[in-house]
């Protein structure tokens, strides 16, 4: 069956986004949390605004069920 990427409702800390592909793609939240808030000074904050797009677009984990 395929995964589906999806807004984790246990792993968050503000919309849950990094909690889903962390645990979609076994990734450290952590690092994906470190790496988001440091790429975003470098490309002017584009991608802080993805992720708030990806806030509002993805379905939540309860969701799929």
Excluded: C, H
Aim: hydrophobic content about 50%; glycine content about 10%.
């Amino acid at each position: 069956m395929m995964k589906k990427l999806y807004r984790s409702t246990k792993n968050t800390q503000f919309a849950g986004v990094l909690g889903g592909i962390g645990e979609l793609y076994s990734i450290d939240v952590s690092l994906l949390r470190i790496l988001t808030v440091v790429s975003g000074f470098f490309t002017g904050g584009m991608v802080w605004l993805i992720y708030i797009i990806a806030a509002v677009v993805m379905p939540t984990d309860k969701e799929l069920e």
